[in-house]
């Protein structure tokens, strides 16, 4: 009776352990979809915030320049971006110098040199005009140049 007893009892523990082993597996995969969505979420917070401080410094930036976020004219012109590097590539790639490049764009070389450095950044204006000289070859940039120097 007693052996009879015990291999009931291991018996009965072992379904137990295997009907237990079931539902936490069931569980473990639930709780391992919700981590994954929670990391999801947490991703689209941070784009999200990232977005609205964009747009908080757009619109600080519109309204010290007392433009105001209602000017379609400002809405319609697409977002030019500059990087410093480059316009120093882009200006070797040339082979002109700082004030070289500066006439072309109607600013001082120590202006080119600062924008390249990083310690200054080229006004919404300069950068169209970044953008009309960025497609010059360089037959076409000394040719300007030329002109530029037969005019003045």
Do not use: C
């Amino acid at each position: 009776m007693n052996n009879l007893a015990s291999l009931l009892k291991a018996e009965i523990s072992r379904v137990a352990r295997k009907e237990v082993r079931a539902e936490i597996e069931s569980l473990r995969k639930a709780s391992a979809q919700q981590r994954s969505h929670i990391a999801a979420l947490r991703r689209q917070i941070q784009d999200l915030e990232r977005l609205a401080r964009r747009a908080a410094r757009g619109a600080e930036g519109r309204a010290a320049k007392g433009g105001g976020g209602d000017d379609p004219a400002l809405d319609d012109e697409p977002q030019r971006r500059f990087s410093a590097k480059r316009l120093a590539s882009h200006r070797t790639k040339l082979g002109l110098s700082a004030a070289a490049y500066g006439q072309l764009l109607g600013v001082s070389g120590q202006t080119i040199y600062n924008w390249e450095q990083g310690q200054a950044r080229p006004r919404p204006e300069q950068l169209k005009k970044l953008v009309a000289v960025r497609v010059l070859t360089k037959a076409s940039a000394a040719a300007q140049l030329q002109n530029a120097a037969d005019a003045g």
